[in-house]
């Protein structure tokens, strides 16, 4: 299984929206979820989704700002992040897991993607 995410540079305020491809194994039978690290921090949970994308489920610092959202017909799940915040800067990795269900947690997750790199500046 491999995941792709690209990421990018943008003005605090603005908005960007991580795209994350899974190839090797059925999409709509993988969670999928977001997570961060910024330097010098450990790996955080961001956003989870479930297989058929009606339960979703956020950290705090990121509601109302984040969504999470998946196409299964695109093998495809995309964090669209709005009013970006310098402390938002951060490696972000996409996940999946093969359990149905919301996951939090690093080591619920069975696949990793290399992460890609969001920069907000003031």
């Known amino acids: 299984v491999q995941l792709q995410a690209r990421g990018g540079l943008v003005q605090a305020g603005g908005s960007l929206r991580l795209s994350c491809v899974v190839s090797?194994?059925?999409?709509?039978?993988?969670?999928m979820g977001w997570f961060r690290q910024a330097p010098g921090k450990e790996r955080e949970f961001v956003a989870a989704?479930?297989?058929?994308?009606?339960?979703?489920h956020y950290v705090d610092s990121v509601k109302d700002r984040f969504t999470i959202t998946r196409d299964n017909a695109k093998k495809t799940v995309y964090l669209q992040m709005n009013n970006l915040k310098p402390e938002d800067t951060a490696a972000y990795y996409c996940?999946?897991?093969?359990?149905?269900?919301?996951?939090?947690?690093?080591?619920?997750?069975?696949?990793w993607g290399q992460g890609t790199q969001v920069t907000v500046s003031s």
């Open positions: 996940a999946g897991a093969r359990n149905w269900g919301v996951w939090t947690m690093q080591s619920q997750y069975d696949y």
């Open positions: 989704i479930n297989w058929v994308g009606d339960r979703t």
């Open positions: 090797g194994r059925p999409f709509s039978s993988v969670a």
